[in-house]
């Protein structure tokens, strides 16, 4: 699929012509929520998950076993890769990399770590995440901080290790608030 009147002519999406996929995009899934946004030259593979209300920005990649939850987020250059969970409300900035292999080596079989960025976190501009890392409920990861452990709910994280610099509190406005709270 490539054009929004392509989604729109499958049933399987549903509302499809709510879904905006730009011309230069090419999709390849069926699973897109209504209200997303895709923009040029970005890929998606077949299998992977969008949720609703999303807005995936130009030159991004969404491999097949990566799941996108409602109202996420990815700006220009990620790669979303297989085994790649992104909550609802998660914002991730441009250039933010994701890894899913923890001894990487050309041409080996290996075993896909599954790394998680939980509801409402928040991943800056350049930052790192190693595999199999899980990011707390409305954490947020600095620009260029490389995360190789699991960070906190609220916890912000910046630095190479990423570190905890602070907790965020209920009050506190760059807790953020969530679209619909449950």
Do not use: Q
Request: with cysteine; aromatic share 6%; charged share 20%.
């Amino acid at each position: 699929m490539t054009s929004s009147s392509a989604l729109a002519a499958d049933p399987s999406v549903a509302e499809a012509s709510t879904v905006f996929v730009h011309e230069r995009a090419l999709v390849e899934t069926d699973h897109i929520g209504t209200g997303t946004r895709i923009w040029a030259f970005a890929h998606v593979m077949p299998g992977a998950r969008i949720g609703s209300d999303c807005n995936i920005c130009d030159h991004t990649f969404i491999e097949g076993d990566a799941i996108v939850g409602d109202r996420v987020t990815i700006k220009s250059g990620v790669y979303v890769w297989d085994g790649v969970r992104l909550e609802d409300d998660v914002f991730v900035g441009p250039e933010a990399t994701f890894t899913n292999d923890p001894f990487p080596r050309s041409k080996r079989d290996f075993t896909c770590a599954t790394t998680t960025i939980h509801r409402g976190a928040s991943i800056g501009a350049g930052a790192v995440i190693l595999p199999g890392v899980s990011v707390g409920d409305r954490a947020i990861v600095g620009a260029g901080a490389v995360v190789t452990k699991d960070v906190p709910e609220r916890a912000v994280v910046v630095g190479n290790p990423a570190r905890v610099v602070r907790l965020l509190g209920d009050d506190d406005e760059s807790a953020g608030g969530f679209a619909a709270e449950p």
